[in-house]
């Protein structure tokens, strides 16, 4: 009998405990099983699969190449059934079926939620999950299923092999302040004048960072002296209100909140031009649900 017919979802909740923990006697603990029936189950996957999944020294394990394959599937199957349970549930209180989109802080206004209601109203009844998560949270939820698609600036995301990525619109970076602050009001703005402000910026992992620092770099200009880091646009944007703060914003979503008169965009010698886009997986089936969701993102860009 194939090793595959045996193995059982439990089993996969094991595998890929042991993989986060490197421990058998931790994992053993937090999975509710003794430590000898774990490692007994382990050696028999191994004499199964005829590999060694993991490397063992006094410090734990250290997953091996097969390990690391076979977690990655596991964490997919995993992933699915998950998806599946919620589907099941969301279904039994009405709705006829389930999305659910990623999206980082940066674009979370604007395009998202016009999209939103355009699939609303193809979609009345279906449950529309939207998610606001940096983009590196987001990724392994994608890759295990757990997530349809994902809505982000995309030119400093680094992607793997099995995601595709296409491009919705160009997208620039702006450097914006409150209406009180000492340079809302001026018509000529350096790098050297902004940067004697102390900044807001956003977290390492947001591409929105990564994107402030390329510009930055292009305009031979220093890192900010930042005295908060965050990626909650709610909080920038009130921050900025009162105060002499300055900060990094894409130019869509600047667009919104000027409009707003919350913030003021410095005329600054921007070089740089980056693009927000769609992930999704590779060889995942498009359903009517994510494919109206896709036309939605579109429509805002064509008109």
Same mark, same amino acid.
């Given at each position: 009998?194939?090793w595959?017919?045996?193995?059982?979802?439990?089993?996969?909740?094991l595998?890929?405990?042991?993989?986060?923990?490197?421990?058998?006697?931790?994992?053993a603990?937090?999975?509710?099983?003794?430590?000898?029936?774990?490692?007994?189950?382990?050696?028999?996957?191994e004499?199964?699969l005829?590999?060694?999944?993991?490397?063992?020294?006094?410090?734990?394990?250290?997953?091996?190449?097969?390990?690391?394959?076979?977690?990655?599937?596991?964490?997919?199957?995993?992933?699915?059934?998950?998806?599946?349970q919620?589907?099941i549930?969301?279904?039994?209180?009405?709705?006829?079926?389930?999305l659910v989109v990623?999206?980082?802080?940066?674009?979370?206004?604007?395009?998202?939620?016009?999209?939103?209601?355009?699939?609303?109203?193809?979609?009345p009844?279906?449950?529309?999950?939207?998610?606001?998560?940096?983009?590196?949270?987001?990724l !392994?939820?994608?890759? %295990? #299923?757990? &997530?349809?698609? *994902?809505?982000? +600036?995309?030119?400093q995301?680094?992607?793997?092999?099995?995601?595709?990525?296409?491009?919705?619109?160009?997208?620039?970076?702006?450097?914006?302040?409150?209406?009180r602050?000492?340079?809302?009001?001026?018509?000529?703005v350096?790098?050297?004048?902004?940067?004697?402000?102390?900044?807001?910026?956003?977290p390492?992992?947001?591409?929105?960072r990564?994107?402030?620092?390329?510009?930055?770099?292009?305009a031979?200009?220093?890192?900010?002296?930042?005295?908060?880091?965050?990626?909650?646009?709610l909080?920038?944007?009130?921050m900025?209100?009162?105060?002499?703060?300055?900060?990094p914003?894409?130019?869509?979503?600047?667009?919104y909140?000027?409009?707003?008169k919350?913030?003021?965009?410095?005329?600054? !010698?921007?070089l740089? %031009? #980056?693009? &927000?886009?769609? *992930?999704?997986? +590779?060889?995942?089936?498009?359903?009517?649900?994510?494919q109206?969701?896709?036309?939605?993102?579109?429509?805002?860009?064509a008109?």
């Open positions: 009998m194939e595959t017919h045996r193995l059982r979802m439990r089993q996969l909740y595998l890929v405990a042991l993989f986060e923990t490197r421990n058998v006697s931790h994992t603990a937090q999975m509710g099983v003794t430590q000898p029936g774990l490692s007994k189950w382990l050696n028999e996957l004499t199964d005829n590999v060694k999944l993991f490397k063992r020294n006094s410090r734990g394990l250290t997953p091996t190449e097969f390990c690391t394959a076979l977690v990655g599937h596991a964490r997919v199957i995993i992933g699915e059934l998950d998806r599946t919620a589907t549930r969301v279904m039994s209180i009405g709705a006829s079926g389930n990623g999206t980082t802080p940066t674009v979370a206004t604007g395009v998202v939620p016009r999209a939103a209601g355009y699939f609303r109203k193809r979609f009844d279906a449950y529309l999950n939207i998610i606001e998560s940096p983009i590196d949270a987001l !392994p939820e994608l890759q %295990e #299923g757990r &997530v349809d698609l *994902i809505v982000t +600036r995309t030119d995301v680094r992607l793997d092999a099995g995601v595709r990525c296409d491009t919705l619109y160009p997208e620039q970076i702006r450097i914006v302040v409150g209406a602050h000492p340079l809302s009001r001026k018509r000529k350096a790098w050297s004048d902004v940067l004697r402000y102390p900044w807001i910026i956003p390492k992992t947001s591409p929105l990564r994107e402030l620092e390329h510009e930055l770099a292009l031979g200009q220093p890192s900010p002296r930042y005295r908060v880091e965050t990626g909650s646009t909080v920038i944007v009130s900025l209100e009162d105060g002499n703060l300055v900060s914003m894409s130019a869509r979503l600047m667009l909140f000027q409009n707003l919350q913030v003021v965009p410095l005329p600054l !010698p921007y740089r %031009e #980056g693009s &927000v886009g769609v *992930i999704r997986r +590779r060889e995942a089936a498009e359903s009517p649900m994510l109206a969701f896709m036309e939605g993102l579109r429509q805002p860009v008109g």
